[in-house]
Nanobody, 119 residues
Framework: QVQLVESGGGLVQAGGSLRLSCAASGRTFSRYAMGWFRQAPGKERESVAT???????YYRDSVKGRFTVSRDIAKNTVYLQMNSLKPEDTAVYYCNAKAPVGGVELDYWGQGTQVTVSS
């Protein structure tokens, strides 16, 4: 059974930093995309950052230059380093991993971790 377990959320003042971690178990995602989504109250879930098996990365415009996504393949873990946090970064952050199962790409999700940035 695949599980994604996030940690590292919390309350921080604007301008501060947090590091989120997501440890995967049940299968290896080293060849596939892993990343982070977030959902603020009353808003739709949005993609924040993704890292592919090749090491290529994607960031949404609002976090470019502030957030860094990385992965430790040996630990089957993906990280999100968040610097210069802003109140608008407040949301529940979800870890996501994609992998093929029977020729179909499936999405796996963590339970979410709350990030609150105070002004």
């Amino acid at each position: 059974q695949v599980q994604l377990v996030e940690s590292g959320g919390g309350l921080v003042q604007a301008g501060g930093s947090l590091r989120l971690s997501c440890a995967a178990s049940g299968r290896t995602f080293s060849r596939y995309a892993m990343g982070w989504f977030r959902q603020a109250p009353g808003k739709e879930r949005e993609s924040v950052a993704t890292i592919w098996g090749s090491g290529a990365t994607y960031y949404r415009d609002s976090v470019k230059g502030r957030f860094t996504v990385s992965r430790d393949i040996a630990k089957n873990t993906v990280y999100l380093q968040m610097n210069s946090l802003k109140p608008e970064d407040t949301a529940v952050y979800y870890c996501n991993a994609k992998a093929p199962v029977g020729g179909v790409e499936l999405d796996y999700w963590g339970q979410g971790t709350q990030v609150t940035v105070s002004s």
